[in-house]
């Protein structure tokens, strides 16, 4: 139990609160993750669809457009080339094809110069190629070796020469290509200057339609060659096509917000962008067209290098109608690219590139993605909370459950749950309560028992308590009377015969006494008889004188009296002893009657001076009397005299024993007695070592004794103690200093 315990210490306890709110939080967690997670990669799907979507629409305009635009020059080369063959426009008749080429031109506005070059150099055709006019028309003579550009009236017709210069088209490579082809067929794209040239009055007045911003211009030429019947060549037909305009339909088709399109040839020379940047740039006093690679657009720039990276070589782009997906990163952003051939049978081989940045789409996946993720912030908070109030609103009755079963655990029973909404709580509360109520009834009712046994408890114990004062009294009496008994038997028996013998005693005691005076008066009688008999007969007879010597009656004569005085000094002390016997036991006169306490006290003494003498291993017992002046008072004489005996008693064994440890004291036992009132004191004092303040409440104990057994008997206190409170109706006490000595007090009142 005690292991497990520690063991269960050992182990962190998880809160109900945490336990109820991490579930909550979790599965909301991950529900919003993966809703979240989910809505992104839909939207990413979303939007690469979309922008596939775009650019597949952007490229098929695209392809439409450029087919629908290049097809105009091949179609009106076409027709002209028809027209010769079939001699309809007749290469002689000069003015009158200079007007149809000038109608077409004027037809066309794409076209920038309509035309034939005959294989003698002579040239004819109409177009714009000067900056701030409109159809112009053109020739080149051979033999006058001389090029010419003239402003037109409304019909077509000459009006003025503007320029002339030298130009010899059989060397342009663009003729021996198209001859050397045989067949209807576009040229290099070439770029062009727009001739700025001062312009009449007149020439302006025609002016309209043109770009004034056009410094140089792109142009592509559809060019095919002509034959007479026989097949030799009489020259070629060309239309210019202006490239220009192609990026002016790209700029308007609007793919996205950052999204682009360009087109450019195979090796990689921009035909058109949708930018506003320029595909042209000058050298010297020309131009050249950018190559995608080089573009000032940075984003046309990384577009091409990437796709370049991918394939190799532009060459390698599928040559069919095939679209080319590439993605590319350009300053972080990702940028989808799709690059579609556009292909004709007459030699153009062009790539459409069309380029999305995915940011176009992204900004509002971006913003759904953000609006997703604070949704999911905002429900994670609301759990939270709502976990926490839930967990709060379970732990609370729980833990005030807890705490209720804590406070009956030390004893405070009267505890009652609230009720609460939650069924199982509630249920559990409701059982909490009754067993609260039936522990409180318990309680009482062992509380009520309790009391009860209390309370007779107390009662038996003060029954006990009664008897055992009870007993105890009887107990005391019954000792008490035992040794009254005791001292009483054997006093009687003592003092009886120390009585008799003492009387026995005094009678001859007192003949001897008496007697003795006249045996000495007889006896110096005698010896004066002798002295008599000597003085007569100075020289007796010798039988006389031998008794003389022999009885020596010199020194009897001497001695006798000595003799007779010892003999008189010790009868003396016999009857004196016999006295203080007669007087100790007072058998005689064992009335309460008047007597002389001093007296009592002095024969006491006398019969205890054999204790007093000194002794080999200590010095005399001395004996001071301090006796005030005293009446005679009523008593029991003899009783009393037996106080003072044991009291002279125990002071002398304390001191024969205390001089035995301590041979330094001079032992001394002091008698004072003095009257105060009506009050007589004797003090009997000693100097031995005390009594112990331990056993003095015990000292008048009947029985009680610290001395060998056959030394003392215990009983001399308490028998005394009889005499002076009961017999005397006066006061018997002790005063101890340990290790100085004892006094004990006995006080007897006169007036008895
Ligand atoms: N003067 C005293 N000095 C020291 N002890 C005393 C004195 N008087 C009495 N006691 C003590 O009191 C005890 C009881 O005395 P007592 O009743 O006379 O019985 P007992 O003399 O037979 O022992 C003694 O044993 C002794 O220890
Ligand atoms: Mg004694």
Redesign the pocket.
Known sequence: MQKFSKNSKLIKKIPLRLLLVIPFVLQVFVVVGLVGYFSYVRGQKAVNNLANQLMDKTSQQLDGHLDNYLALPLQIAQMNLNAITTGNLNINDQTKNERYFWQQAQAFKNITYVGYTLNDGTELGAGRWIKGLDVLTYENLKGSGKASDFTTDAQGNRRERLQSYDYDPLSEPWYKQTVSMGKLIWNQIYVAQNSSIEVTQAGKAHNTNVDNSLEYYVAVSARAPFYDKNGNLLGTTGVDLLLTDISKFLHNLNVSHKGQVFIMERNGLLVGTSTTHPILYSVKDTAERYNARQSPNPIIRAVASGIQKRFGDFQNIQAVKNTQEVDIIYNGERYFVRVTPWQDERGLDWLMVVTIPESDFMAEINANTRTTILLCLAALGITVLLGICTASWITRPVLQLAQATEAISTGKVNQIIRESIIHEINLLSLSFNRMAQQLRSAFTALETTNQELEKTNAELETRVLERTKQLENTLHELKQAQAHLVQTEKMSALGQMVAGVAHEINNPVSFIYGNLVHVNNYTQDLFRLIRVYQDALPNPPDTVQEVIDEIELDFIQSDLNKTFNSMQTGAKRIKQIVLSLRNFSRLDEADFKEADIHEGIDSTLMILEYRLKAQTYRPEIQVIKQYAKLPLIKCYAGQLNQVFK?LL???I??LEETISENRDIIPTITISTYMIENIISICII?N????DES?KSK?FDPF????AVGK???????VSYQIVVEKHCGRLWCD?IPGKG?K?FIEIPTNL
């Open positions: 044991n008693f125990n002071a064994d304390a000693d031995a070592k005390g009594i056993i000292l009680f004794t610290t001395k003392g008997t215990g009983l001399g206190l308490s101890s004892s004990f």
